[in-house]
């Protein structure tokens, strides 16, 4: 399946997908998104059922373009969850942190396009066996939970591994960064860090002007310890989380009691240090907000000009 053959399947104009980020992917967002071309993404995060429903109803008033949901596998609520996006009839779903098939035979059943989040050639292989639509080869340089693989390195070889679309996530933020996946094998890209920025994204200002203000050795990652890496920027809760991971006196509850908790200060609260300020590695690029449409608009004219100036250089050389 081609770029446009994908964009079709999903009623979106262009090859971008918004991430679907916790405590940053609400409906305000999503609907910009949407309405502006791509596939806005709401974030299921630990909300409940209830919680969501009023998520999805707030984003129809908003635009009447398809979106989606992000299901995070690993909520307490994951089953009510995975239940109501089929009852709300949400075309498309990304999933992560978790395993999907314990739904996956359902939401397809309902029509549902599957999209796992994953980190490895070995998980794509298996969630397309499931019947995935596609999947976001998601490298280590994006913001929250990461792997170990760098986009570069994980996406062509997620593209030979699987017969179905792969959109890549983790490092992008401009035209360049689109056109540079679609030469390694993608089908449309992922962005998260850029759309939290957004002028429709409803984040603490405080936390906006960290990322425009990051350099590109602005994030660092912590978790490693806990077995669940996470790509934040640098602050001191990020730097006191770290020295505590190398001390074995601090344990692994205490390190869990920690981090809970604390996006939801930095996102909603506006707690710039003591507070998670997840972003990714290409928040150094990202210097002005605008739109989500000023956005996509900005990336895909960066994109065709991107994709002209290789052509003409591999013609040429």
């Excluded at 109803?57 to 969850?81: C, I, Q, W, Y």
């Excluded at 998980?123 to 080869?137: E, I, P, T």
């Excluded at 507070?275 to 210097?287: H, R, V």
């Excluded at 065709?304 to 013609?315: D, G, V």
Aim: hydrophobic residues 45%.
């Amino acid at each position: 399946m081609n770029t446009v053959e994908f964009c079709r399947a999903l009623g979106i104009r262009y090859p971008i997908i918004q991430g679907g980020m916790a405590w940053v992917s609400d409906a305000n967002l999503a609907a910009a998104v949407s309405n502006a071309g791509g596939l806005g993404l709401i974030a299921g995060m630990n909300c409940d059922k209830e919680q969501l429903r009023q998520e999805i109803a707030a984003a129809r008033t908003l635009t009447d373009k398809p979106f989606g949901v992000n299901v995070m596998l690993l909520s307490p609520h994951a089953g009510e969850v995975a239940r109501l996006v089929i009852e709300e009839k949400i075309p498309v779903i990304t999933t992560g942190a978790g395993d999907p098939g314990l739904f996956m035979a359902a939401w397809l059943a309902a029509g549902i396009k599957v999209i796992p989040v994953i980190p490895s050639v070995a998980l794509a292989k298996r969630v397309a066996r499931m019947g995935a639509f596609a999947v976001v080869a998601e490298g280590g340089e994006s913001g929250g939970h990461i792997g170990d693989l760098t986009t570069m390195a994980l996406l062509p070889q997620v593209c030979d591994g699987v017969d179905i679309p792969v959109i890549a996530a983790g490092g992008i933020g401009d035209g360049r960064g689109l056109a540079a996946a679609m030469i390694l094998g993608a089908a449309a890209v992922q962005m998260g860090t850029r759309f939290m920025v957004a002028r429709e994204c409803t984040i603490d200002h405080g936390y906006k002007e960290k990322i425009l203000k990051a350099s590109d050795t602005g994030t660092m990652v912590t978790g490693r310890r806990l077995g669940h890496p996470v790509r934040l920027l640098k602050n001191a809760f990020a730097r006191e989380l770290l020295a505590k991971e190398y001390d074995s006196s601090i344990s692994n509850q205490e390190l869990e009691n920690m981090a809970a908790d604390s996006l939801r200060r930095a996102a909603k609260e506006g707690d710039l240090g003591g507070g998670s300020l997840l972003a990714g590695q290409i928040a150094g690029l990202i210097k002005k907000e605008q739109t989500a449409a000023e956005i996509i608009d900005e990336v895909m004219a960066e994109a065709e000009k991107a994709m002209r100036n290789s052509q003409f250089a591999i013609h040429n050389c």
